[in-house]
């Protein structure tokens, strides 16, 4: 659709701003709260982000970075005409904050004053590797498309973790509602769009679900995964676009990082050499980083986006 703008919405944090591992820790109540995983920022992965959308979305409109007060990277450009920082306090009750739920927060961007009716919403560890245009997000007719990579688990697993119990809320609050059938597929974990008068829409459908995902600060077993709820709903209604298995994992990549400078080397090769539209880089390097193996992912990006973006100061 030529002339399109959809803005880009990043949700992200750096716990090692002063005050935020110590704010965690008085509300954490189990270790799994205190993942360094889903908070660290130790590759600047947002800052490639940045340069890779530059390089390959012409269709950016303005670019939100959702964070918490005061907390905004070193290295932004905070006078770039179309960057944007929302704080969660902007758009979040009171008392839901402080917020480490990830999903929760999912929950709520869509209200951000300003923010485009329609626009992508990025994890920080989310990259372009090439040309990537609106036709990936909606169909000619403007239908939004959603991509699959298997299907949602419906059985629970030994120790499994807050995130693998909230796909599973989903298929069976999808069951409730479509009946059991033959499964429900799962969104891949890569930019997706979301047109906020259906998460309204989604909202006021399943009140019990979003309820509770919103009133827990961290990840936990009772919760949804409120994009994955919402893409798989909208294929199920016949709103939006199916994208199959083979076609996603043909465009997507992810790469999940391990403290293992060998293994991270050879994933990270084998993800440039499928040239991918989409890369994510997932943290799994553990409580303890080994230096080498962040090394390797550290050259592997400043090769694929060696060029500083306008984002950056």
């Not at 920022?41 to 939100?64: C, Q």
Request: glycine share 6%; hydrophobic share 35%; aromatic share 12%.
């Amino acid at each position: 659709m030529t002339g399109t703008k959809y803005d880009i919405l990043y949700t992200w944090v750096d716990d090692s701003f002063p005050g935020f591992r110590e704010e965690r820790a008085q509300y954490a109540t189990n270790p799994d709260d205190l993942n360094p995983e889903r908070t660290r920022d130790n590759l600047d992965l947002l800052k490639y982000s940045l340069r890779s959308i530059e390089r390959h979305a012409p269709w950016r409109g303005k670019v939100w970075i959702v964070t918490c007060r005061p907390q905004v990277p070193a290295w932004l450009n905070t006078e770039h005409p179309d960057v944007r920082i929302a704080y969660l306090d902007e758009f979040m009750p009171a008392e839901e904050l402080p917020c480490f739920n990830a999903f929760a927060i999912e929950s709520y961007v869509h209200r951000i004053p300003g923010l485009s009716d329609r626009y992508v919403h990025f994890n920080d560890d989310m990259l372009l590797m090439r040309k990537v245009g609106t036709e990936h997000f909606t169909t000619a007719e403007g239908r939004l498309k959603y991509y699959f990579d298997r299907l949602l688990p419906a059985e629970p697993k030994p120790d499994m973790a807050p995130q693998g119990s909230g796909q599973r809320n989903v298929w069976h609050t999808l069951e409730r509602t479509f009946g059991r059938g033959g499964g429900y597929p799962r969104q891949a974990h890569q930019p997706r769009i979301i047109d906020k008068s259906d998460m309204v829409r989604l909202v006021s459908t399943y009140p019990e679900e979003f309820t509770r995902t919103r009133a827990a600060r961290f990840r936990a077993h009772d919760t949804i995964l409120p994009h994955k709820l919402l893409a798989a709903h909208l294929v199920q209604e016949g709103r939006a676009e199916f994208v199959g298995f083979r076609r996603t994992k043909r465009l997507m990549r992810m790469v999940r990082l391990f403290n293992s400078a060998p293994r991270n080397r050879l994933r990270l090769f084998w993800a440039w050499m499928r040239h991918p539209h989409f890369l994510c880089l997932n943290d799994d390097f553990g409580p303890l980083i080994n230096e080498r193996a962040e090394s390797v992912a550290s050259r592997f990006l400043n090769f694929l986006l060696p060029e500083p973006s306008g984002y950056e100061i």
